[in-house]
């Protein structure tokens, strides 16, 4: 039994053509028996978007933490007044119900990620869906007002020192949800006063950076301040909200930091440019704003997911993956230029809507960008909207089926008077994504099975190992090769991936003839990537927690225990996430084994 599965996407008006061909053998046949499942998803912009930060509030949270689940409570408010009387708050969760993924998750090292993703869904329903919306804020204000220290600065947790990037990334997180429209008064009010203080704290450090760079300059020294870049950014925001109060001495460093950024702009790496040119153009400079945004422009990469930048230059390490706050930081400079760059915008977005398709968001501070990314520059109505597919669907021998709807779910047994065809159409009115998923399971000889995937690709190789001295020599076996017991084997993967792709599972069954060296489960690194290891009776098992897109080759050793004549195997890889992200090889060699001499 061989289960193949297409994911799509489609954004555009009007209608799209899919070929369902790599679902069925290519020589034209067609199964007897088995089952064909369509799935299609409107308004994927909502399901990315009610992947909110955690909500609530909870007695060990950090500052970053307390701020996120602050920015998720108004963005939660905003929907709720959206969706008032709608009987159609959907989740990402019942997407991916539907295509197996909480069956595969459940049985996975993953079961927890599920249960706590359902939870965080729970509350956002509950949310969403409650007359009267008692909330947390308060506790979560009286949080991060506890955590701001007497030098305004914000400490990670209780008990530690206030830190300047701890302060930077609360206050990123406090400008944007300042800036929501339709915010109480009081909460807005309680928001400036701690915005106020945040930003005078840096207004003082940036005073300090500069005597310490004119000094550093008298005695022939180099100082880089820590906060530069993120401080001209910040302030800048603030400014616009009129939230930034600057003293003569905070004033002249001010301008001076902004002369070296007016300097060193276009020598910036990549993942700096869209935070300076958002602070130039708000200081004044559009042209040279101008000059950043083209440049953005010109290293962003289109693929069916939409625009991303496929190398980002970074000038130092992160712990936080910066791929995806410079996107949304490019989105927020390219929502402020003029004339407005819809289809560049528009891009960006479907790509991070793609993301949560096969990402879970665990990190609040990255879903909390990524919904600020989706909402910027849009109204709640438009992010949330509502729309229409219709699907096509041709059967050979029978009329086709008409199918319509917001979602569509569609089971179909295939037989021989009962089977798809291989083009489906979809369209829809208006421009907006959807996520398509097709899948059909039905028997086929081992023999015939052919290497398949798309937006994940698997090679596999094995090699006769012999050993030269303290040279290792790789020798490829063929079809019909003859082994003899005791040799020793090295079976090479290689996964390709075009996207991040969350909680992967890649199957290697192994043929009669072999056993795996290492017996014991445990972690590994390879390939670049760190994954646990699951060797079975019959089937060594690798389990990634996420990789990104990339190439990644692992290799392990078998030793060939049983004479006789085998047929190959076919691996397999799946995302237990994304179930509709597979692929798998083409059946591997046949092999005569000889018995040992």
């Avoid at 509030?57 to 500052?63: C, H, V």
């Avoid at 998923?437 to 190789?461: D, F, H, M, N």
Wanted: a neutral charge.
């Amino acid at each position: 039994r061989i289960t193949e599965t297409l994911a799509f996407t489609g954004h555009r008006a009007g209608e799209e053509t899919i070929s369902l061909a790599s679902l069925f053998p290519s020589d034209g046949s067609r199964p007897e028996a088995g089952r064909f499942t369509l799935t299609l998803q409107g308004r994927a912009s909502m399901l990315a978007l009610t992947a909110l930060p955690t909500l609530g509030y909870s007695k060990e949270a950090s500052a970053f933490s307390a701020a996120s689940a602050l920015y998720a409570e108004g963005v939660a408010r905003r929907l709720a007044e959206v969706l008032a009387g709608s009987d159609s708050v959907s989740t990402s969760s019942s997407y991916g119900k539907l295509l197996g993924r909480d069956s595969l998750l459940s049985q996975s090292p993953w079961a927890t990620s599920l249960t706590n993703e359902r939870e965080e869904e729970q509350k956002l329903a509950r949310f969403l869906l409650a007359s009267d919306r008692a909330t947390t804020t308060d506790q979560l204000l009286k949080r991060l007002s506890d955590l701001q220290g007497t030098d305004d600065l914000w400490s990670w947790y209780p008990g530690m020192k206030g830190s300047l990037y701890t302060t930077e990334y609360v206050l990123r997180i406090l400008l944007r949800l300042s800036a929501t429209e339709g915010l109480e008064q009081a909460l807005r009010l309680r928001l400036s006063s701690m915005i106020r203080r945040g930003i005078g704290a840096l207004n003082a450090q940036a005073v300090k950076d500069l005597a310490e760079i004119q000094k550093s300059k008298w005695e022939k020294k180099v100082f880089i301040p820590h906060t530069n870049l993120d401080y001209l950014y910040l302030s800048a925001l603030a400014k616009e909200q009129k939230l930034q109060g600057l003293s003569a001495e905070a004033e002249r460093a001010e301008r001076y930091f902004l002369t070296q950024l007016r300097s060193e702009a276009h020598r910036l790496p990549l993942d700096s440019k869209p935070r300076a040119a958002v602070a130039l153009l708000l200081a004044g400079d559009k042209a040279l704003a101008k000059d950043l945004a083209e440049s953005l422009r010109q290293h962003l990469k289109e693929d069916e997911t939409g625009l991303f930048f496929a190398r980002l230059q970074s000038e130092a390490y992160s712990w936080l993956d910066r791929s995806l706050p410079a996107l949304v930081e490019t989105i927020e400079l390219f929502s402020l230029l003029r004339p407005l760059d819809t289809e560049h915008i528009d891009g960006m977005k479907r790509w991070i809507i793609a993301q949560k398709r096969t990402t879970a968001w665990s990190s609040d501070l990255l879903s909390a960008e990524a919904i600020h990314a989706l909402i910027l520059g849009d109204s709640p109505q438009k992010a949330s909207g509502k729309t229409h597919l219709r699907a096509e669907l041709p059967l050979l021998g029978a009329p086709s089926l008409q199918l319509e709807g917001e979602r569509i779910h569609l089971t179909l047994p295939l037989s021989p008077s009962t089977r798809p065809d291989t083009l489906l159409r979809v369209s829809q009115q208006e421009a907006g994504v959807y996520w398509g998923s097709a899948t059909a399971t039905y028997v086929l000889p081992t023999a015939r099975i052919e290497a398949r995937g798309k937006q994940l690709r698997l090679t596999r190789e094995v090699f006769l190992l012999r050993k030269q001295g303290d040279r290792e020599e790789l020798l490829p076996l063929s079809e019909g090769h003859e082994l003899r017991v005791g040799d020793r084997l090295r079976t090479r993967i290689t996964l390709t991936l075009d996207r991040a792709i969350d909680f992967v599972k890649l199957s290697d069954p192994r043929p009669g003839y072999s056993e795996a060296v290492q017996q014991l489960p445990g972690y590994s690194w390879g390939g670049g990537t760190g994954y646990y290891v699951e060797p079975m009776d019959t089937v060594t098992n690798f389990y990634f927690d996420h990789l990104n897109r990339g190439t990644y080759t692992l290799d392990y050793d078998q030793y060939v225990a049983r004479a006789g004549q085998f047929t190959g195997t076919v691996t397999r890889v799946v995302s237990c996430y994304a179930p509709d992200f597979s692929a798998h090889t083409a059946v591997g060699s046949s092999v005569s084994v000889k018995p040992l001499r």
